[in-house]
């Protein structure tokens, strides 16, 4: 089992990273509970990482778009479906939180509130699944960069390997 951290991510290909935190995600579940907590937590992490990282490829896939990299467009479509993750990610904290604190309730309430918490955990968590599944395929139908220009193409490499150093 891999855990993968954001620095990881860097030196991956736009379906590689997004392979890679699916993976990390499928891996290391969030529970209804502390850890889950700090399981979601760093989750958001990597996808936000992530997104800032398709973020700052598309702006140089506007510059010029380089033989073998993504357009882009589908940069554009993989990042919007990598922030409805992060979205239901966050979502998701607020159940967890209550989840992971101890109640003072009685106990037959206590056990409804936490079906009910479960229930919502269980639904953002599906969809935030959902949106990586949708931006993995975005990734994975076949793109058609422009004919190759090396000066461009050196340029645009440069440009995303500073980029995500500053980053």
């Given at each position: 089992?891999?855990?993968?951290?954001?620095?990881d991510l860097?030196?991956?290909?736009?379906?590689?990273?997004v392979?890679a935190?699916l993976?990390?995600?499928?891996e290391?579940?969030?529970?209804?509970?502390?850890?889950?907590?700090?399981?979601?937590?760093?989750?958001?992490g990597?996808?936000?990482?992530?997104?800032?990282r398709?973020a700052?490829?598309?702006?140089?896939?506007l510059?010029?778009?380089?033989?073998?990299?993504?357009t882009?467009?589908?940069?554009?479509?993989?990042?919007?479906?990598?922030?409805?993750?992060?979205?239901?990610?966050?979502?998701?904290l607020?159940?967890?939180?209550?989840?992971?604190?101890?109640?003072?309730?009685?106990?037959?309430?206590?056990?409804a509130?936490?079906?009910?918490?479960?229930?919502?955990?269980?639904v953002?968590?599906?969809?935030?699944?959902q949106?990586l599944?949708?931006?993995?395929?975005?990734?994975?139908?076949?793109?058609?960069p422009g004919?190759?220009?090396t000066?461009?193409?050196?340029v645009?490499?440069?440009?995303?390997?500073?980029?995500?150093r500053?980053?």
């Amino acid at each position: 089992m891999h855990t993968y951290e954001p620095d990881d991510l860097d030196t991956m290909q736009p379906h590689q990273a997004v392979g890679a935190v699916l993976s990390d995600l499928r891996e290391h579940r969030v529970t209804g509970d502390g850890d889950g907590l700090f399981t979601a937590t760093r989750h958001i992490g990597l996808l936000c990482h992530l997104a800032a990282r398709m973020a700052s490829d598309i702006e140089y896939q506007l510059v010029a778009n380089s033989s073998g990299l993504f357009t882009a467009q589908t940069l554009g479509e993989t990042t919007g479906h990598l922030g409805q993750a992060i979205a239901h990610y966050t979502q998701a904290l607020a159940p967890l939180a209550a989840l992971a604190q101890p109640a003072a309730q009685a106990p037959l309430q206590q056990q409804a509130d936490a079906i009910d918490r479960h229930r919502h955990l269980r639904v953002h968590l599906h969809d935030a699944g959902q949106a990586l599944a949708a931006a993995r395929a975005c990734l994975q139908v076949p793109h058609h960069p422009g004919p190759p220009n090396t000066t461009t193409t050196a340029v645009a490499a440069s440009a995303v390997a500073a980029v995500r150093r500053r980053a």
